[in-house]
């Protein structure tokens, strides 16, 4: 049955996608979850819709239109919140309404149907071209560097960012890195799961590995094995049963916090007793 799965290319690319997307995925999941900013993530992720409508309207990879955008937007509501005090909430509940008011307005500019888009919105992995791997790997390894080079940094900003400014790194420039980073991140899972249901894949294996994991490289490790695992589960699933499949993909972490939550509350009572 694997053989005849990979036997087409589509499903091929499919596979590397999901596996090459966990990796962005696990490891910025994981600051998205300590740093209890997964709000912001959905917004980011929401406002991302603008990008792909201004790359649709001028004749162009949606793709190459919504990473500015998005870097746009991380960087203007983390600005907001730092500088301006902004309530977050506010600033992106501002952005997230109007990145998706000139998405549709784009998008409406432009003559014709639009089908692909849907994809962009609930996620569709078995059309993810070849041209989008190369980005989705460069974008993986632009991302492992930078965690690389500044893990200190983004560790001491994710658990104590006070303590961190007294100390004299530049937490607000680390912060809108962290960002940016989120938002890339949310382009590559876009082409998985669509901007609708992004935030679910980007927290739930974190947050999941967070159980099992009590330092923050092996909550990164734990949560790009989980989210792989859940991606090539929903992938599977979903082809066998012709549904869609980032919507089974994130069935299947949803179920499996569920149930892990589920082992954590019984052995906390096994444990009790």
């Known amino acids: 049955m694997l053989q005849e799965i990979l036997a087409f290319e589509f499903m091929r690319n499919a596979l590397l996608a999901a596996i090459l997307s966990s990796v962005a995925c696990g490891i910025i999941g994981t600051y998205v979850v300590v740093k209890k900013i997964g709000f912001i993530s959905g917004g980011i992720?929401?406002?991302?819709?603008?990008?792909?409508?201004l790359g649709y309207y001028l004749g162009i990879n949606p793709l190459l239109g919504v990473i500015p955008f998005s870097l746009f937007a991380a960087v203007a509501i983390g600005?907001?919140?730092?500088?301006?005090?902004?309530a977050e909430d506010s600033a992106i509940g501002a952005f997230w309404?109007?990145?998706?008011?000139?998405?549709?307005?784009c998008i409406g500019l432009k003559p014709g149907y639009a089908p692909d888009l849907f994809s962009y919105?609930?996620?569709?992995?078995?059309?993810?071209?070849?041209?989008?791997?190369?980005?989705?790997?460069?974008?993986?390894?632009?991302?492992?560097?930078?965690?690389?080079?500044?893990?200190?940094?983004?560790?001491?900003?994710?658990f104590d960012e006070e303590y961190a400014t007294v100390s004299g790194l530049k937490t607000t420039a680390l912060y809108l890195l962290m960002l940016c980073l989120i938002a890339l991140t949310v382009v590559?899972?876009?082409?998985?799961?669509?901007?609708?249901?992004?935030?679910?894949?980007?927290?739930?294996?974190?947050?999941?590995?967070?159980?099992?994991?009590?330092?923050?490289?092996?909550?990164?490790?734990?949560?790009?094995?989980?989210?792989?695992l859940f991606s090539l589960c929903g992938l599977w699933f979903s082809y066998q049963l012709d549904i869609a499949s980032g919507a089974t993909i994130i069935i299947f972490a949803g179920l499996a916090f569920v149930l892990a939550h589920a082992?954590?509350?019984?052995?906390?009572?096994?444990?009790?007793?």
Do not use: C, Y
Request: proline residues 3%; hydrophobic residues 65%; without cysteine.
């Open 188 to 228: 590559i899972m876009m082409r998985v799961v669509g901007i609708v249901m992004v935030i679910a894949l980007l927290t739930i294996p974190a947050a999941i590995a967070r159980m099992f994991s009590r330092s923050l490289p092996g909550m990164m490790v734990l949560a790009v094995v989980l989210s792989s």
């Open 45 to 53: 992720a929401h406002t991302a819709f603008g990008g792909i409508g």
């Open 263 to 273: 082992w954590r509350m019984v052995n906390a009572s096994l444990t009790a007793q």
């Open 79 to 86: 600005l907001l919140s730092k500088k301006a005090k902004v």
């Open 97 to 105: 309404a109007v990145g998706m008011a000139i998405g549709v307005i």
């Open 121 to 158: 919105l609930f996620g569709n992995i078995l059309t993810v071209p070849t041209v989008d791997l190369w980005m989705i790997l460069s974008l993986d390894l632009f991302i492992i560097g930078v965690v690389w080079l500044l893990n200190k940094e983004f560790l001491a900003i994710s």
